[in-house]
């Protein structure tokens, strides 16, 4: 292999490594059967986890420069942000459908998986698009501003599982089990194989997650269009909101003002991309906002909690 190709391939090789040893030790590890974790527990496997997130950002410094690494942390900032807003949803879909507290770690690991596919396939076809038509970056920008307002509004999404297409053709086409057996998707009964309500579950949350990627791809793509950077920063994200669910699943409410801080965000991201022809905004006053903006939110949430936010808000 020459140096050129070794040094295209090693970021790569680096990163499935990583991304192999996090998810077989969420599941091996973390998340075995019948093992519940404390509070304190949780909260070392989120840092772990978030932690190894950040420091990829080294990989990306080495291989791609100063300016690609603080690229690589903004994005992961506006990405785990959106999918720490995302478990709202996440804990209403398990709420409505009435899963068990053990079984919910299968279906999210299981998420993840489908969401690394989904996002792999999202981000390049994005990239290949703005390349291809320039003006794409226009019109995502609008999109951006778009959903930051709504989201600031307080109209983000809601969680109507009974309407959702994917879970009502399932529900019509496959032969479905009433009852859950334990964390299985599927159960032999009378002879015949059935799904078990737990796929419905994760069908849910795939499709749900389909829709998150309309929002949180452009957003990062404002940030940087190398596909490594932003498919990375987002992989990494994805995989410590499994871990932050564990910790954050019972006091997501106390985050009331995470809501408007990422409205906030969408929508000065979606400004720069709109005047990117204009202004050249720099990589590392780009992260500093985001930053700053998402540690004020933490900051006046916890001196000024509310009530309880609806998961279906």
Request: charged share 15%.
């Amino acid at each position: 292999m020459s140096a050129a190709m070794w040094s295209q391939m090693w970021p790569w090789i680096a990163f499935g490594a990583l991304v192999a040893v996090m998810l077989t030790l969420d599941l091996a590890f973390f998340h075995r059967s019948g093992v519940h974790r404390s509070t304190r527990a949780s909260a070392a496997w989120s840092a772990l986890f978030v932690g190894v997130g950040l420091s990829f950002a080294v990989v990306v410094g080495l291989s791609r420069g100063t300016d690609a690494a603080f690229q690589y942390l903004t994005a992961f900032l506006i990405e785990e942000s959106l999918s720490v807003d995302n478990l709202f949803v996440f804990l209403a879909l398990f709420t409505y459908f009435g899963v068990p507290r053990d079984y919910q770690h299968r279906v999210l690991f299981w998420g993840i998986v489908g969401a690394i596919v989904m996002r792999g396939v999202f981000i390049t076809a994005g990239v290949a698009l703005i390349h291809t038509f320039h003006w794409l970056i226009y019109l995502l920008g609008v999109l951006l501003i778009a959903t930051g307002a709504k989201l600031g509004l307080g109209k983000g999404e809601e969680v109507h599982p009974e309407r959702n297409f994917v879970v009502r053709w399932a529900s019509r086409v496959l032969p479905v089990d009433r009852a859950y057996h334990g964390d299985h998707f599927t159960v032999r009964k009378d002879g015949r194989l059935r799904f078990t309500p737990l796929l419905l579950v994760l069908l849910a949350v795939e499709s749900t997650d389909l829709m998150f990627a309309v929002d949180s791809v452009p957003a990062v793509l404002a940030v940087s269009q190398d596909v490594f950077v932003v498919y990375t920063s987002n992989v990494f994200a994805v995989i410590g909101l499994r871990a932050i669910y564990s910790l954050l699943s019972g006091a997501l409410g106390a985050l009331r003002f995470l809501r408007p801080a990422l409205a906030l965000i969408l929508v000065l991201v979606g400004v720069k991309m709109l005047l990117s022809g204009v202004v050249e905004v720099p990589t590392l006053l780009s992260l500093a906002v985001v930053g700053a903006i998402l540690v004020g939110a933490t900051v006046l949430s916890l001196l000024s909690p509310g009530r309880p936010a609806d998961p279906g808000a």
